[in-house]
């Protein structure tokens, strides 16, 4: 079975900084898809980004970038020029490319808070 | 085009009570999808739609129930509310079960006494 883990519960930064949080997967397919979902105390779930697998550059979507290291199963979130809006509870989540189960597994989630 | 939308956003239940909790998507969407988040937990998947008429269990569904009539509308059944129930439900939806991005609504946040 896929496992995710995310073993910050919480972290800090700095208004302006940068910060990476951490995420480790566990699968034995070859094909899947890695996400980082935000969700802000409205506890509405927001995609942040997303990476396919077969793919070898890394995802970027304006200050959010990941590290994907397929062979350590290692998928970091970094924040770069971190912003009070930043603050919220960040989920790594895992999902597989086959059938019609293929389900979205997530980890426990970090909270991340900025400091002005 | 609203997105995924959940009613109630909030309830209280007693023990031994039904209730059924509505999602509804306007984007034609096939997949669908019912979560359940606890603390520490993350999210854990209830039920699964892959298009109307078609529903499936995913890793927490016992005590659940759903039904797919329409590909609009998702909606999540307790039969008789336990305490163990009280979370967060969101429900989500994709294009189809082939699209990796899911769409969640707002949540709706259920207390069981």
């Known amino acids: 079975a896929q496992t995710v883990t995310q073993s910050q519960p919480e972290m800090s930064v700095q208004e302006a900084e940068t910060v990476t949080l951490s995420c480790t997967y566990d699968t034995s397919e070859s094909d899947y898809y890695l996400f980082w979902y935000k969700q802000p105390p409205s506890r509405q779930m927001i995609l942040v980004i997303r990476?396919?697998?077969?793919?070898?550059q890394n995802a970027t979507e304006n200050r959010f970038s990941v590290n994907f290291q397929k062979a350590a199963k290692s998928f970091s979130l970094k924040i770069s020029d971190s912003q009070l809006g930043d603050a919220a509870m960040y989920f790594c989540?895992?999902?597989?490319?086959?059938?019609?189960?293929?389900?979205?597994?997530f980890g426990k989630g970090i909270t991340l808070s900025v400091r002005p | 085009n609203a997105g995924v939308t959940q009613t109630p956003k909030f309830q209280v239940l007693k023990t031994g009570q039904s209730m059924t909790l509505q999602c509804a998507q306007d984007?034609?969407?096939?997949?669908m999808s019912w979560y359940r988040q606890d603390p520490g937990m993350g999210l854990r998947l209830i039920h699964y739609s892959v298009g109307a008429g078609i529903t499936d269990q995913g890793e927490v569904p016992n005590g659940y129930n759903v039904s797919r009539s329409t590909t609009e509308d998702f909606p999540l059944r307790l039969l008789s509310a336990a305490p163990s129930q009280t979370s967060v439900y969101f429900c989500?939806?994709?294009?189809?079960?082939?699209?990796?991005?899911?769409?969640f609504g707002p949540g709706t946040r259920l207390l069981v006494l």
């Open positions: 990476q396919e697998a077969y793919k070898q």
């Open positions: 989500a939806s994709s294009p189809t079960y082939r699209e990796e991005t899911q769409y």
């Open positions: 984007m034609n969407h096939e997949y």
């Open positions: 989540a895992y999902r597989t490319d086959t059938g019609a189960n293929s389900k979205l597994t």
